[in-house]
Each structure stands twice: as structure tokens, then as C-alpha cells.
């Protein structure tokens, strides 16, 4: 294949684009991790991601790693070893929490729901009905990247209530693109990625924690299984004392604060209307060409696109030639739905009206060029 067009266009699942500020702020030579500048950068971040996690909760960071990272040290804190866990999969990375939650030893209860659709609270209340114990911890994704689906967070938040169980939310794709609340929703610990909606290069891995939950990491039997993960040791870092844990991601940090104050300057509600327009945009245009939505009207993303591809179609083909002519990136499904959805991300900088148009276009050109193509599906 010949090189792609440089920079790339991303608008698949992740990473997004980043801001020239950002980088700059990225390449600035770095500083010891017990700089004063660093201590400043993370005071800076914390308090500008509270307000996209919609908490005032103190233990609110941004940990070294990905989003699976910060996944595997909210189970590795919250569970130990035989507590019941109920988690509700409507997607990829519902699956995931399952692997990483029994990883940790607890006694996972899995709820289904059709991909392409949203949690049935009525069935994970009758699951857990069932089981034989108090369940400790209640899970969802709230933005499912492999189909496109919202999560409605409060009737999750009042099943773990009722069942006297933390809530652990995945907003790895929303945060920053649609409202999380967290405190108004009742979630007692989240977490999300750098690369996605807030428009940072990938590495970090914000996470908010509930005084709720952090009482319940107080009450273990057991220690934490995974010192690096540990919040009681990373808190020490973030908080006055700055006790060394590990050697942070120094240059990465001041990007995300870069990040931060811009999507402040902005706004969150101009954040998320932005999302929003550019996404109608692009589903206006798919219908003209008669590309049908994957995830159900009514619970879809506006930063994560599912699409049918058409009949007749080769996904790699399409995707291929868009990456290898236009410099264009788009996602394939996962799992069952690979080689049958294209996942299409406007996050963060990616989403602009000029990008949606971009697509538009090359999607056009090679859905005509195709052999019989005329198109539409």
C-alpha cells in the first residue's frame, strides 16, 4: 500500500486528533516528577476534570496508561476476592470488564443486552435477584465505542442503590463529548482515557472516585492486589504530601492540562452542542447515500458513529483505499459485527463540520467506483 497522506484525518474509534497547543505543551523538555511545575499542572487537572466527570470528589486524576488501565485498577481497588460483581455487557467492552473483574477473583454475574441497544434494568435487578449474597459492585460502559449506544446512567444508579452496591461507570468515549454527572447520577467511580474526547495523545487515564467508594477500598479484607494501581499509594502522590509512587508521564500531563483549558475556553455545554451538529452532519449525509445508523435512534453517540456497511461491500477494501487516498481513518466491528459496521469518531478536535464533509465525499467517490456500485446500499 502506498504511504498514506500525512497527517491523518481520525475519525475512527480512537485516537482523535490533538490541538497544535497541545502538542507544543507535549514537547516542552521535561520536569522531574517532584517538580513545583508538575505539583502546579496536577492541581491544574484536577480541577478541570471534575467538572467533565460532574463530581467534586478529591480523587479525581489522571493515572499513567490507557483506559484499560484505569479499568483493570477500578476492580483491582473496588473487588476482592469472592465478592459478587454484576455487569451489564451490551458491547465489546462490557465484555472486557467481565475478563478483568473475574481476573480479580469476584464472582462475576454477566447480563446481556443485544448489541446495538441499551442495558435492561429490569433484567440485571432479576439477575441479581438470584444470586445468593450481597453484590458489591454494580458496572456498565456509558459509551459503548464498538456499537455507538448511550447508556442511560440513572436506572443503573438506582438498581445499585437498591442493592446497597458501588457503581462503576466506563466513560472512556464520553467523557468530554456528552455529560457524565457523576454525582448526580450516583456513580462511585469512572473512568475514561486521554485520546478520545479530550483530545490528547493516548497514555493517560482519568479517573474519579466517590468518598462512598473510597470507604469501601478503606474496609478491605485484603490489600490491593496490584501495587502499581493502588490509589491509597497514587492519592499520596497527587495530593500535598506528593509521596513518590512512580515516575509519571511528565510531558503527557502537561498536554492533558494544555487539553483541559481548552475545552474550559470553550465550554462544556458549546463542547457538547459541537459534537452533536457534527454528528447530525454526518447522519444527514449517510442517509443520503442510504448508509443506515447501527445503534438504535433514540441511545445514540454523537461522537461514535456505527453504520451498517452496505451488502456487497468489503469493509478492508473501503477502508483501505480511504486511509491510502484521503489519509481518512475509520474503525471496523468488533466482534460479531466485524466486517458487517464501520465506526465512524468525531471526537474532540476530530469533530468538525470539515472532516464529516471530507468523509462524505471519499465515501461517495469509492462507494461509486465500486463494481455495480451506485452508492447506497
Same mark, same amino acid.
Given at each position: 500500500?502506498?504511504?498514506?497522506?500525512? $497527517?491523518?484525518? !481520525?475519525?475512527?474509534?480512537?485516537?482523535?486528533?490533538?490541538?497544535?497547543? %497541545?502538542?507544543?505543551?507535549?514537547?516542552?523538555?521535561?520536569?522531574?516528577?517532584?517538580?513545583?511545575? #508538575?505539583?502546579?499542572? !496536577?492541581?491544574?487537572?484536577?480541577?478541570? !476534570?471534575?467538572?467533565?466527570?460532574?463530581?467534586?470528589?478529591? !480523587?479525581?486524576?489522571?493515572?499513567?496508561?490507557?483506559? &484499560?488501565? @484505569? &479499568?483493570?485498577?477500578?476492580?483491582?481497588? =473496588?473487588?476482592?476476592?469472592?465478592?459478587? %460483581?454484576?455487569?451489564?455487557?451490551?458491547?465489546?467492552?462490557?465484555?472486557?470488564?467481565?475478563?478483568?473483574?473475574?481476573?480479580?477473583?469476584?464472582?462475576?454475574?454477566?447480563?446481556?443486552?443485544?448489541?446495538?441497544?441499551?442495558?435492561?434494568? +429490569?433484567?440485571?435487578?432479576?439477575?441479581?435477584?438470584?444470586?445468593?449474597?450481597?453484590?458489591? #459492585?454494580?458496572?456498565?460502559?456509558?459509551?459503548?465505542?464498538?456499537?455507538?449506544?448511550?447508556?442511560?446512567?440513572?436506572?443503573?444508579?438506582?438498581?445499585?442503590?437498591?442493592?446497597?452496591?458501588?457503581? #462503576?461507570?466506563?466513560?472512556?468515549?464520553?467523557?468530554?463529548?456528552?455529560?457524565?454527572? &457523576?454525582?448526580?447520577?450516583?456513580?462511585?467511580?469512572?473512568?475514561?482515557?486521554?485520546?478520545?474526547?479530550?483530545?490528547?495523545? $493516548?497514555?493517560?487515564?482519568?479517573?474519579?472516585?466517590?468518598?462512598?467508594?473510597?470507604?469501601?477500598?478503606? @474496609?478491605?479484607?485484603?490489600?490491593?492486589?496490584?501495587?502499581?494501581?493502588?490509589?491509597?499509594?497514587?492519592?499520596?502522590?497527587?495530593?500535598?504530601?506528593? /509521596?513518590?509512587?512512580?515516575?509519571?508521564?511528565?510531558? +503527557?500531563?502537561?498536554?492533558?492540562?494544555?487539553?483541559?483549558?481548552?475545552?474550559?475556553?470553550?465550554?462544556?455545554?458549546?463542547?457538547?452542542?459541537?459534537? =452533536? @451538529?457534527?454528528?447530525?452532519?454526518?447522519?444527514?449525509?449517510?442517509?443520503?447515500?442510504? #448508509?443506515?445508523?447501527? /445503534?438504535?435512534?433514540?441511545?445514540?453517540?454523537?461522537?461514535?458513529?456505527?453504520?451498517?456497511?452496505?451488502?456487497?461491500?468489503?469493509? %478492508?477494501?473501503?477502508?483501505?483505499?480511504?486511509? @491510502?487516498?484521503?489519509?481518512?481513518?475509520?474503525?471496523?466491528?468488533?466482534?460479531?459485527?466485524?466486517?458487517?459496521?464501520?465506526?465512524?469518531?468525531? &471526537?474532540?478536535?476530530?469533530?468538525?463540520?470539515?472532516?464529516?464533509?471530507? =468523509? =462524505?465525499?471519499?465515501?461517495?467517490?469509492?462507494?461509486?467506483?465500486?463494481?455495480?456500485?451506485?452508492?447506497?446500499?
Amino acid at each position: 500500500m502506498p504511504v498514506p497522506p500525512f $497527517p491523518r484525518i !481520525l475519525l475512527g474509534p480512537g485516537p482523535s486528533a490533538v490541538a497544535p497547543r %497541545v502538542l507544543e505543551a507535549c514537547s516542552r523538555p521535561p520536569v522531574g516528577y517532584l517538580d513545583p511545575e #508538575l505539583f502546579q499542572a !496536577l492541581a491544574e487537572i484536577q480541577e478541570g !476534570l471534575r467538572p467533565l466527570f460532574g463530581t467534586s470528589s478529591e !480523587l479525581t486524576i489522571a493515572m499513567t496508561g490507557t483506559g &484499560m488501565a @484505569a &479499568m483493570e485498577a477500578c476492580f483491582a481497588n =473496588l473487588v476482592e476476592p469472592g465478592d459478587q %460483581v454484576l455487569v451489564g455487557v451490551h458491547g465489546f467492552f462490557g465484555a472486557r470488564m467481565v475478563e478483568v473483574a473475574a481476573r480479580c477473583g469476584a464472582r462475576v454475574t454477566r447480563v446481556d443486552a443485544e448489541w446495538g441497544q441499551p442495558l435492561d434494568p +429490569a433484567r440485571m435487578e432479576e439477575a441479581a435477584s438470584a444470586l445468593d449474597g450481597r453484590v458489591k #459492585l454494580v458496572a456498565c460502559v456509558h459509551a459503548e465505542t464498538s456499537t455507538g449506544v448511550r447508556q442511560p446512567l440513572e436506572p443503573i444508579s438506582a438498581l445499585a442503590r437498591r442493592l446497597d452496591a458501588l457503581l #462503576l461507570v466506563d466513560a472512556v468515549t464520553s467523557l468530554g463529548g456528552i455529560p457524565v454527572d &457523576m454525582d448526580g447520577c450516583g456513580v462511585d467511580a469512572c473512568y475514561s482515557a486521554s485520546q478520545k474526547c479530550l483530545g490528547c495523545p $493516548p497514555g493517560l487515564a482519568p479517573v474519579s472516585v466517590s468518598s462512598r467508594a473510597l470507604e469501601a477500598v478503606a @474496609a478491605r479484607r485484603t490489600p490491593v492486589q496490584s501495587w502499581y494501581h493502588d490509589w491509597s499509594l497514587i492519592g499520596q502522590y497527587w495530593r500535598g504530601e506528593h /509521596a513518590y509512587h512512580h515516575t509519571v508521564p511528565v510531558c +503527557a500531563l502537561m498536554g492533558l492540562r494544555e487539553a483541559l483549558r481548552a475545552i474550559h475556553e470553550e465550554g462544556l455545554e458549546a463542547r457538547f452542542d459541537r459534537h =452533536l @451538529a457534527v454528528s447530525g452532519r454526518l447522519l444527514a449525509g449517510l442517509d443520503e447515500m442510504g #448508509l443506515r445508523p447501527f /445503534a438504535g435512534e433514540g441511545h445514540r453517540l454523537p461522537m461514535l458513529c456505527s453504520v451498517w456497511i452496505p451488502d456487497g461491500v468489503d469493509d %478492508v477494501a473501503v477502508r483501505t483505499r480511504l486511509l @491510502a487516498e484521503w489519509g481518512i481513518e475509520i474503525g471496523g466491528g468488533l466482534g460479531a459485527l466485524k466486517g458487517r459496521i464501520w465506526r465512524i469518531g468525531l &471526537m474532540g478536535e476530530s469533530a468538525t463540520p470539515r472532516n464529516v464533509d471530507l =468523509l =462524505l465525499a471519499a465515501l461517495r467517490r469509492i462507494l461509486v467506483q465500486r463494481p455495480g456500485g451506485r452508492g447506497s446500499a
